[in-house]
């Protein structure tokens, strides 16, 4: 039998079909296996098997793996119960036998190959439907539509008849499971954030009772050292089932990110009983990892009064309640009051809750492109921190203060200049001329090492130092107490280059600037919006330009709104430009959109000139 043939025989079996490793990682699954349980195929790679099974029949299926045999003969089938991605039971019939490695492998008969078909109703097309119904095929993220479009070419038959009829229909009910997995939690298929604020949106705008339940686990980072990230994980989908089964069917469990959880209760006559029997549910003890856990949950509750401005405030006061239970003893969960917003303890919270939020991988990066008029190209992406709190984007200003006063502004800095360089790598290789810039902060440079560590992430990323670009604001340069000019001064060597951020704002003058190792300088957004009918006569813009063209620098403008901002600049011979008028910061996921966005905007400026 041909190889491909095969492959086809296994992407088209109506039965769901696994491969395990020995560690109980799955590395294989067919089309079969992501409709009978709802998840994707890029959540399930890697993850634990156990997650695909309800908590009753653990243990008695792992029983069944201990007593395969040597040889690679199929076991008689074990009954049991199945989890989907939507916390739902299914009852499954699996059939399970051992795999013998290639010649010559070291661990021959290690792996262990799963067929599983859904019984009593429960089988992969009237399972597949009811996820669908309920929004349940999650991993809609980046990956998920990236690959919309291989998952056509490869499935796409090739045959005529009803088969090839049916494809569209059946491709187009996969771009709606993916458009609807995008408001999903990939591990738990719980609302995610955005979907979850839309909803208390929603339920704001009528007038029954509004209460929400802000919730995370105590400890979780002690039992994710201690238990493992995949079981840890498992940990993180029980709970989002037995939140599920403490709620009633149009009230909303959401998971915010890391181990938070948020509920909206609607038209609820007793929030405090619900919170109570959360809290009752979720203490009771779970078998994971091979492990029995006692998870306790902090718990703040807000409803909704004639002062409830909107969804943020209503999060801030059960934030404020949570942190207040945290504070009293864990374990715990506390109705909202006023005082909670001024105590020590929920002043606190910005420093640990960002401390956790880097603890937990929760800082991300958005990027937002540099455009250059002259060659009419995207030359550059800035990277700019983000941290997801409860669902919502904190803004920079308010949460890189803290990071500097609490000392995590380097382990933060690190963090994005490792995954710009990560996630820009694939467009920088199109061109040695693009280039990624992140903002660094004058507290990075009190490290002696900083330089070195800076090339050290550009060396284990893959990229090329030369297309690298820090910015620095004007104070930092002229910091006596750190090695800075020194440091830049390595930096650059290595081919790093070096930008003056919001120039014009300090008190550094054009002639200082050929003391400074620089290459580019960024007039400030405060300037730029002195322009505003791109009649005015602001004669200092072509004095900047052309005193940094003669000493060798380039000039970008931020901060450009409007298409008289960008027409007027450009006419002076800015260099490049930068503002909400071409793109606002995006994730990495969004990079080709948010390219023709500003190469659109750029057009329609040069033909208005």
């Excluded at 008029?373 to 997801?388: D, K, L, M, N």
């Excluded at 620095?472 to 830049?488: H, K, N, P």
Aim: glycine share 10%; charged share 20%.
């Amino acid at each position: 039998m041909e190889a491909g043939f095969a492959q086809q025989l296994l992407e088209y079996s109506p039965d769901a079909l696994l491969l395990v490793g020995a560690d109980g990682s799955i590395s294989f699954l067919n089309p079969a296996a992501e409709r009978l349980f709802g998840y994707s195929r890029a959540q399930l790679l890697g993850a634990d098997h156990s997650m695909l099974l309800a908590e009753a029949s653990r243990e008695e299926f792992h029983g069944v793996l201990a007593g395969l045999g040597k040889a690679a003969s199929p076991r008689s089938p074990f009954t049991g119960s199945g989890r989907r991605a939507d916390g739902t039971e299914l009852p499954v019939e699996i059939t399970c036998s051992l795999v013998p490695a290639p010649a010559g492998a070291a661990d021959a008969g290690t792996s262990v190959a799963l067929s599983i078909r859904g019984t009593a109703g429960g089988n992969s097309g009237e399972s597949h439907r009811s996820n669908t119904a309920a929004g349940g095929h999650a991993g809609a993220g980046s990956a998920g539509r990236s690959l919309s479009g291989d998952f056509l070419r490869r499935h796409t038959p090739v045959s005529g008849g009803l088969q090839g009829a049916a494809a569209p229909a059946a491709f187009a009910e996969h771009d709606d499971e993916l458009k609807a997995g995008s408001l999903r939690d990939p591990l738990t298929a719980l609302p995610n954030g955005p979907l979850f604020n839309e909803r208390l949106a929603a339920a704001l705008r009528r007038p029954d009772p509004v209460d929400i339940l802000l919730l995370n686990l105590d400890d979780f980072r002690h039992l994710n050292d201690v238990l493992g990230r995949s079981a840890a994980d498992e940990l993180l989908v029980e709970l989002a089932s037995r939140l599920r089964n403490c709620v009633r069917p149009h009230d909303t469990v959401a998971r915010l990110g890391g181990d938070e959880f948020a509920v909206l209760l609607t038209e609820c006559l007793n929030a405090d009983a619900v919170a109570k029997r959360i809290a009752e549910a979720l203490y009771a003890p779970l078998r994971v990892g091979g492990s029995m856990v006692r998870p306790g949950v902090s718990m703040g509750l807000a409803s909704k009064s004639g002062q409830t401005l909107d969804g943020a405030e209503l999060l801030r006061q059960a934030d404020a309640a949570m942190t207040a239970a945290k504070a009293a003893g864990k374990n715990n969960w506390l109705r909202f009051r006023p005082e909670m917003l001024s105590t020590a303890a929920h002043k606190a919270d910005g420093d640990s809750g960002l401390r956790r939020a880097v603890e937990l991988g929760q800082i991300s990066v958005h990027y937002q492109p540099v455009v250059s008029p002259g060659i009419g190209s995207v030359v550059q992406f800035e990277a700019f921190a983000r941290w997801e709190r409860h669902g919502r984007l904190v803004p920079p200003n308010q949460f890189l203060p803290v990071a500097e006063q609490s000392g995590l502004i380097r382990e933060i800095g690190d963090e994005v200049l490792r995954r710009a360089c990560a996630e820009i790598r694939p467009w920088l290789a199109g061109d040695p001329a693009y280039s990624v810039a992140v903002n660094v902060s004058g507290l990075q440079f009190q490290h002696r090492d900083f330089a070195t560590d800076v090339l050290a992430i550009a060396a284990s990323t893959g990229v090329d130092p030369r297309q690298l670009t820090l910015e620095l604001t004007e104070s930092v340069f002229f910091d006596a107490a750190s090695d800075v000019l020194g440091q830049l001064r390595q930096l650059r060597k290595a081919g790093v280059r070096i930008a003056m951020d919001d120039f014009g704002t300090g008190y550094s003058t054009l002639g200082r600037l050929q003391e400074l190792p620089l290459d580019n300088v960024k007039i400030d957004r405060s300037f730029v919006a002195m322009i505003k009918t791109g009649q005015e006569q602001l004669p200092f813009f072509a004095t900047m330009i052309n005193a940094a063209h003669a000493l060798g620098l380039k000039v970008t403008a931020e901060g450009i709104e409007t298409p008289a901002q960008a027409k007027y600049l450009m006419d002076r011979g800015c260099d490049s430009l930068q503002g909400y008028l071409f793109a606002k910061p995006a994730p990495a996921s969004h990079l080709a959109g948010t390219m023709e966005s500003a190469l659109n905007a750029l057009d329609k400026v040069d033909a208005a000139r």
